[in-house]
């Protein structure tokens, strides 16, 4: 089974650890025919898209469950929006044949919005995407290290309103390269502040990522 849900509210501060933990309970609650783990430990059998950033909130979250018996989207939807806490709604649902490959291995790019606060970055805009090359510093495991940017970029869009700028990205969202919409931002404006949400993901080809189909 594929969901498609938002994670907005209070549930923006979740760690991608505490949103695992929500959704084992919840599927618990909701008493589904969902497949568990053996061993000491048994666990719902269950994966995400992508991770998303601490903060950001999203409209466009994936959630892969195996199921262990019949069960139609309609009920899941139900059943898991009567215990899901605030914050977290499931939109839609799908069933998928096992074999059906992982949502996350099929990701290619996620679209953002964000507010910056007090900046106009129009200027910074044109000037990253007449650049070339534009390097920025990424912590990686421990360390720091130099990552140019711009070819994981391929749409930036910057809107004022009022004082602020409203910000419409498309980026790189893959397994082995993801660029986290903040790297971005904070290169833009260093030390700004702003509100982030996760738009779209799509898969390779450039359809939307839950509604993916093989050829």
């Given at each position: 089974m594929l969901a498609e849900f938002q994670k907005t509210d209070r549930c923006i501060w979740f760690s991608h650890l505490d949103l695992q933990r929500t959704m084992q309970r919840a599927l618990r609650r909701a008493q589904l025919p969902i497949a568990y783990s053996q061993g000491f430990n048994?666990?719902?059998?269950?994966?995400?898209?992508?991770?998303?950033?601490?903060?950001?909130?999203?409209?466009?979250?994936?959630?892969?469950?195996?199921?262990?018996?019949?069960?139609?989207?309609?009920?899941?939807?139900?059943?898991?929006?009567?215990?899901?806490?605030?914050?977290?709604?499931?939109?839609?649902?799908?069933?998928?044949?096992?074999?059906?490959?992982?949502?996350?291995?099929?990701?290619?790019?996620a679209g953002y919005e964000a507010l910056a606060f007090g900046a106009d970055l129009r200027q910074a805009a044109r000037?990253?995407?007449?650049?070339?090359?534009?390097?920025?510093?990424?912590?990686?495991?421990?360390?720091?290290?130099?990552?140019?940017?711009?070819?994981?970029?391929?749409?930036?869009?910057?809107?004022?309103?009022?004082?602020?700028?409203?910000?419409?990205?498309?980026?790189?969202?893959?397994?082995?390269?993801?660029?986290?919409?903040?790297?971005?931002?904070e290169a833009l404006c260093p030390g700004g502040r702003f509100q982030v949400t996760r738009t779209r993901l799509l898969a390779q080809g450039g359809a939307p990522l839950f509604a993916w189909t093989e050829a």
């Amino acid at each position: 089974m594929l969901a498609e849900f938002q994670k907005t509210d209070r549930c923006i501060w979740f760690s991608h650890l505490d949103l695992q933990r929500t959704m084992q309970r919840a599927l618990r609650r909701a008493q589904l025919p969902i497949a568990y783990s053996q061993g000491f430990n048994p666990h719902a059998e269950l994966s995400f898209a992508s991770a998303l950033p601490v903060g950001a909130s999203s409209l466009c979250e994936i959630l892969d469950v195996r199921l262990d018996g019949e069960l139609a989207p309609e009920a899941f939807v139900q059943a898991m929006n009567g215990v899901l806490p605030r914050g977290l709604r499931i939109c839609a649902a799908r069933l998928v044949e096992g074999r059906f490959p992982a949502p996350m291995a099929k990701m290619a790019q996620a679209g953002y919005e964000a507010l910056a606060f007090g900046a106009d970055l129009r200027q910074a805009a044109r000037d990253f995407l007449a650049s070339q090359r534009f390097e920025v510093e990424k912590p990686s495991k421990g360390r720091v290290r130099q990552l140019d940017i711009r070819p994981m970029v391929q749409a930036l869009d910057v809107e004022l309103q009022g004082e602020d700028s409203r910000l419409t990205l498309l980026v790189t969202c893959t397994n082995a390269d993801n660029l986290k919409p903040e790297l971005l931002l904070e290169a833009l404006c260093p030390g700004g502040r702003f509100q982030v949400t996760r738009t779209r993901l799509l898969a390779q080809g450039g359809a939307p990522l839950f509604a993916w189909t093989e050829a």
